[in-house]
């Protein structure tokens, strides 16, 4: 393992730098199977993990850019000393803190299980997994922020999980998969984890969770595309269906303190749906007489969406249809470090309005997530 | 007056039992969907309350021919639904053809104005059936162009297609694609599941137009058939600048998967991609529809529809608020003016 | 900004720079990657015109052609000649600096000679 060295504070007061930069979208990996199965309660071990293997690659049915040997990675962000790009803390602080100059992270793992119980169980156990090593071992510095992983086949069981990490210092957001088994986020099959997120005050994040187990491919209403290409540019309509959802079946309605986060999907998006559903409001008042508000006024409100992969489109017009779209409030820029299609902060800082930067590259999350002003330096960091 | 042709009017039958005159019989006892039948109905009925009479709203061509033509409206295109993707692909195509042989009777041949145009419908999923039904159908000069569902358990990128949109393509004809009616084998509408509310449906069902049009550039349909245009009858094309961004940002990425598609996929876009107007698209704030027209070239692939006589029905002066010059008459009728090959009165232009 | 008037520098001998092998040179800002095609030397910068990755630290090898003949309508070609970014995966040719999709995008390419059995870079 690196090790970054840790700075011996004496004051307190010199080793500060101000947070200028939240990446709302790093993905952590365990070191191996055994260290993750460690969390684990012991009789659901075997369960959970038949062949003793966690953490070995899942088959990629659309695959990335030559993921046989990419893994869907940066090649530059394997570990020097070992281990698969995202397992070392501190390479990653190197890489994204000191290097990219990102002043805090949220993690969010990716796991998922067949069924119901077990699927809870693996969720906890990565829990207890990135509490102890990401945000205790390997967060002198403080500024890494975890998720709580919950299941969306177990929502009672996800409200406790819920509660478990109410308090903890660094455990900022729920996270849970949009591959909800044709179960839209709306539906109140969801209502006790939003209770429980929203009165502890966790936003609700979801971020595509792979391609396994089976029913966790995404089938697409018009049947599915051949290649990555086709099929990722076409999935933030997942996250558009789910908005819809939470919108016109009344979420916002229920749970007015809760806080929903795409990551991963895009954004730009945002404006043609949002005048989508206030039109079809507008003339369908009648169905809908438990969605009291205008629907946009719902997504200004609730939503959040991570910038992450911005689209390469000419400077100037895009940033003409970010200033038309004026969503400065709800954007949160993000990474998706290790992964290939990482975005770098300089690259993302010049594709946004002037007037929205700030808020963008850092005042949305610090605000959604109660991020302090300042945080510890790293050694070689001013 | 500026010329406008409408390029999406759904005409009815009268009753149930109409459309079984145009049959077969070897199925006139089979059970086919009602005409009213959807998945998703609108509370309150599908169509203008004040359409609904002795007949089927939209049903008499007459009054039709007085709701468009005496407002205006040079050119109706009609495209009837049919009865949904039924798991008897035959029977479907049957059912096809029976509504293109109604269609031609009671609308097109005895149309003294001249200013009905119409829709071939064929059933994809007997591609055979299709193309053979397109040969049957294709010199008729009043049928502009080739209708299929948007429901289909494959994107129309994939190979099984290819012949249908081969044959349309040859003929000169567009391949329209609108929301059928009728009780298809279906899969869920939305990428969640089913919408438990008919806005939920509503808002998000036309939007899946966009999984058709990616896997058409991705698989390279368009690159293979230079005349091949499809015209996406349901709107949602305000969604297509962001999600044609991202679909030409991974073009750079995933090239090397699929290395006949040689250029940015949006730049298959005026060649190939047209679209219909509806209700709900558009920004809300018609101060800013100039420029949202602009991205991506819309005001050069769009066209007034107006769904007639869905309860969403809308008017052209409504669809083109906010427009300028150029883009209205592009919108209102030189885009489909282009597209289907009709002339408009020389006293307009 | 400080122009470096380009030198001429020993990189290493050809020994050390087999066909399919790169020699990060340290040179300017990023850097540049010297490559061995076929017997034949590159170079071009290690920063990739995108978002600014280090170009060089990407997979070199071939990419694939559109062949509507063949039964994938697709065949291999330019083996050894294409790095591929390390983040978003866009192609470059070495021998041009072209990025393959769309050859508007390119990066910078720099002269490399070889002299007595050892390379040198202009740069």
């Not at chain 1, 309005?353 to 002003?373: C, D, H, K, S, V």
């Not at chain 2, 006139?28 to 009479?53: F, N, T």
């Not at chain 2, 994809?124 to 000069?141: F, M, N, Q, Y």
């Not at chain 3, 978002?51 to 003949?69: D, F, H, K, R, V």
């Amino acid at each position: 393992m690196t090790t970054i060295e840790r700075v011996e504070s004496s004051t307190g007061q010199e080793d500060e730098i101000a947070v200028t930069i939240v990446d709302t979208d790093v993905h952590p990996l365990p070191v191996s199977a055994d260290v993750l199965m460690s969390y684990a309660p012991a009789e659901w071990v075997d369960k959970i993990w038949p062949t003793g293997n966690a953490v070995a690659p899942v088959p990629h049915f659309y695959d990335t850019p030559d993921s046989y040997k990419t893994m869907s990675l940066r090649l530059d962000a394997a570990p020097p000393n070992g281990g698969i790009a995202g397992s070392d803390p501190d390479f990653a602080a190197k890489q994204l803190l000191l290097d990219a100059g990102v002043s805090i992270a949220t993690l969010e793992p990716m796991c998922d299980a067949h069924l119901p119980q077990a699927e809870h169980v693996l969720k906890s156990t990565y829990n207890d997994w990135l509490a102890d090593v990401w945000l205790d071992k390997y967060n002198w510095h403080g500024r890494w922020r975890g998720s709580i992983s919950v299941s969306a086949q177990t929502p009672e069981q996800a409200a406790r999980e819920v509660e478990r990490w109410a308090g903890h210092p660094y455990m900022a957001q729920v996270l849970m998969t949009p591959q909800t088994r044709g179960i839209p986020f709306g539906n109140p099959h969801f209502d006790p984890l939003y209770e429980a997120a929203a009165r502890n005050g966790f936003p609700v994040a979801t971020h595509l969770m792979g391609q396994t187990p089976f029913e966790l491919i995404p089938l697409y209403p018009v049947g599915n595309p051949a290649h990555w290409h086709d099929f990722f540019a076409s999935w933030p309509l997942l996250y558009v269906s789910h908005l819809m959802s939470l919108v016109f079946d009344g979420a916002f309605d229920r749970h007015p303190d809760l806080r929903v986060v795409f990551v991963e999907g895009g954004f730009t998006w945002a404006m043609p749906v949002m005048s989508r559903m206030d039109r079809i409001w507008e003339a369908r008042r009648g169905d809908l007489p438990h969605v009291r508000r205008r629907p946009s006024e719902y997504v200004r409100e609730h939503v959040r969406f991570t910038t992450q992969p911005l689209e390469d489109t000419d400077t100037v017009g895009f940033r003409e249809y970010l200033e038309m779209m004026d969503l400065g409030d709800n954007l949160m820029f993000s990474t998706d470090y290790p992964h290939w299609s990482y975005d770098s902060p300089t690259y993302a800082i010049n594709r946004f309005p002037a007037e929205q930067r700030e808020r963008i590259m850092r005042g949305n999350a610090t605000a959604l997530y109660g991020l302090p002003a300042t945080v510890k330096a790293l050694p070689g960091e001013r | 007056m500026t010329p406008i042709i409408d390029a999406n009017v759904q005409p009815h039958f009268r009753y149930n039992a109409e459309i079984r005159r145009y049959l077969p019989d070897a199925h006139k006892l089979r059970s086919i969907p009602d005409v009213e039948q959807q998945w998703y109905q609108a509370p309150g009925g599908d169509y203008r309350q004040d359409l609904y009479g002795e007949n089927y709203p939209g049903s008499d061509p007459e009054t039709v021919s007085r709701h468009l033509f005496s407002q205006g409206v040079d050119y109706a295109i009609l495209n009837p639904l049919t009865r949904g993707n039924i798991a008897d692909y035959l029977l479907n195509s049957r059912i096809c053809a029976a509504v293109n042989d109604w269609l031609l009777d009671r609308w097109l041949e005895p149309d003294s104005t001249n200013r009905f145009r119409g829709t071939m419908r064929v059933n994809p999923e007997d591609p055979k059936g299709a193309v053979a039904e397109i040969e049957r159908l294709a010199t008729h000069p009043k049928l502009v162009q080739v209708g299929v569902p948007m429901q289909s358990r494959e994107p129309y990128g994939k190979p099984m297609f290819e012949p249908i949109w081969e044959a349309a393509a040859a003929h000169g004809l567009p391949v329209a694609v609108h929301i059928n009616g009728g009780n298809g084998v279906d899969h869920p509408p939305t990428f969640a599941g089913h919408a438990h509310t008919y806005p939920g449906y509503a808002a998000f069902m036309p939007l899946n137009y966009f999984v058709h049009l990616a896997t058409l550039i991705v698989e390279g349909v368009f690159g293979r058939h230079p005349r091949l245009k499809f015209v996406f009858a349901d709107g949602g094309y305000d969604i297509l600048t962001p999600l044609m961004w991202r679909l030409d940002t991974f073009w750079l990425s995933m090239r090397d998967q699929t290395p006949w598609v040689d250029r940015y996929p949006s730049e298959y876009l005026p060649g190939h991609v047209r679209f219909c107007s509806s209700a709900f698209d558009g920004p809300v704030d018609a101060g800013k529809m100039q420029r949202w027209m602009d991205f991506t070239g819309k005001s050069d692939l769009l066209m007034y529809g107006s769904s007639y006589p869905h309860w969403s029905t809308s008017t052209p002066g409504v669809m083109a608020e906010g427009l300028d010059g150029p883009q209205r008459d592009k919108v209102l009728w030189r885009n489909a003016s282009e597209l289907y090959g009709l002339a408009v009165r020389e006293s307009a232009l | 900004m400080v122009q470096q008037v380009p030198t001429r520098r020993f990189v290493c001998s050809l020994d050390e720079l087999p066909p399919g092998g790169m020699k990060l040179v340290d040179v300017g800002k990023f850097g540049v990657g010297v490559y061995n095609v076929h017997g034949a030397l590159y170079a071009i910068v290690n920063y990739c015109s995108h978002e600014g990755a280090p170009l060089c630290l990407g997979l070199i090898g071939g990419t694939n052609e559109s062949a509507p003949q063949s039964p994938d309508r697709m065949r291999r070609v330019r083996d050894g000649q294409i790095v591929r970014c390390p983040w978003h995966n866009w192609e470059y040719d070495v021998t041009t600096g072209q990025n393959v999709a769309d050859p508007r995008r390119r990066v910078r390419t720099y002269q490399v000679d070889v002299s007595d059995g050892e390379v040198y870079l202009t740069a």
